[in-house]
Each structure stands twice: as C-alpha cells, then as structure tokens.
C-alpha cells in the first residue's frame, strides 16, 4: 500500500518537472502555460477568498446528488431487464438512444427546462451515471452460473434469498465496475452543464478564468477537478475492496499490489 502511494507521488511530482521543463525550454508565455508555482499561487489566493468553497461545494453537491440518482436507477432497470428480458429488449434502445446523444447538445435543453438551478446539472449527471450502472448490472445478474441457478430452485430458496444469496454476490463485481465508470463521467457532465449557464461551481469558475484570459485560473480549476474525480473514483475502489475482499478480482489485485 505505501510502495504504491509512492509511485503514485512520484508520477505526480514528475509531471510537474517536465511541466516545469517544458515551460522554461519552450519559453511558453505565462497567457499560454504559467510555470507550476504561478498556477499554486492562483490556488491559494482562490483558496483565501469564501467563493472556492461555493464553487467546490456546488460541483460536488450536484456530483454526489446526480450520480446517487443514477445509479439507484441503473440498479433498479438493471434488476428489472434481468428478471424481465422482455422488457429490456422494448427499451434497450431508447436508453441507447439517450446515451449516444451528445451531453453538451442535452445540456441545454435541460436548462431551457429547469433553470439555472441545480436541477438541470443533478439530471445529466444522473443521465451519465446511469447506463455504466444498470449495464453492469444487467452482466452481472445474468451472469449468474445455471448450476447455481438450478441449486436454487432444488432448494427452493425464497427470491430474496436467492438474490442476497446466489445473485447479489455475482452482480456486485460488474456493478462495482459500472460505478467506478460512473464515478469519473459525473464529473465530465457536471462542468458541461456547468459551462452551459450557472452561477457556481467549477465549471463556471474555468468559463471564468477564460473570459479573463487567466490560464491560470483555468488550470487551477482543471486540477481541483480531477482530484475530486480521483477521490470519488478512490471511494468508490476503497468500498469495492472492503465489501468484496473476499472476491477473486479483490484477491488478484491485492497480489499485485
């Protein structure tokens, strides 16, 4: 676990040399791409004032509200299109259909909806979420070995029983999965519709920053967001681990870790 914290820093902190390099040997301008200390001191000085917190707490109450949203309904759809193929075969490609539309041509039309408010970039977070999600779901139910199936219905379990008991186990690896997917687009789809028309947020902060021409700002405000992707991405892994240690995936990575 340490030996891979380390790693992790030191790609961290070799980006940020050859960042550092590329500025000083290319003679990048400051407008284009400030020196690494240029875009701290851009941080810190956001950092100082109320308004970053506002806009981190914005991004990720709708982050967290969206992507909660879409995966109870990917679990929900995904259960049901297992149990009823029927039923996932008549919307499969109306979901699909959902799914291949451009989120940035969606966004607007949320708004056009719902506001400026947090509704419309709640729905296409949840949008996002949801089809890693119930796909996941959907492999991992059906999935199931036919002789535990079979062993099921010779012992006459319950279909509660049978689901915590014989499908629950099977699905949560492809669930788990779909979330880890889940978890990194709702980020994406936060600052789209943050871009298309809001008052807070980080995406509005890096609409911000190019307005004033301050790479800076944009920089900074693109960090702050993949770290908030990395550590729900890491939640998400961290919970895996803890609930499915026992699983063979659990066990491979923990061997390789």
Known sequence: MARAALQRLAVVLGA?????LAVVVFKMPAYLLPLPFVVAQK??????????????????TEVLAGS???????????????????LGRLLSPLILLLQTAPKIAIAPLL???????????????AIVAFFPVMAGTVAGLSGVDKSYRDLARLLKLSAWTRFRRIELPF????????LKIASTQAMTASVV???MGA???????????????DAGVVIAAILMLCVMGWALHEAVRLTE?????WHESQIIQEAAG
């Open 43 to 60: 941080f810190a000085l956001l950092a100082g004032s109320a308004e970053l917190s506002r806009h981190i707490a914005a991004t990720l």
């Open 111 to 125: 708004l056009l909806w719902l506001g400026l408010g947090l509704g419309p970039k709640v729905v296409l977070i």
């Open 193 to 195: 519709g943050e871009l």
């Open 16 to 20: 940020l040399a050859l960042w550092q």
């Open 199 to 213: 008052t807070y947020g980080l995406g509005y902060l890096l609409s911000l920053g190019q307005e004033n021409n």
């Open 171 to 178: 699905a949560a690896p492809p669930v788990f999965a779909g």
């Open 241 to 245: 681990r803890r609930l499915l240690g």
């Open 68 to 86: 909660a949203i879409g995966a109870a309904a990917g679990l929900l759809c995904g259960w049901l299109f297992a149990r009823i193929p029927l």
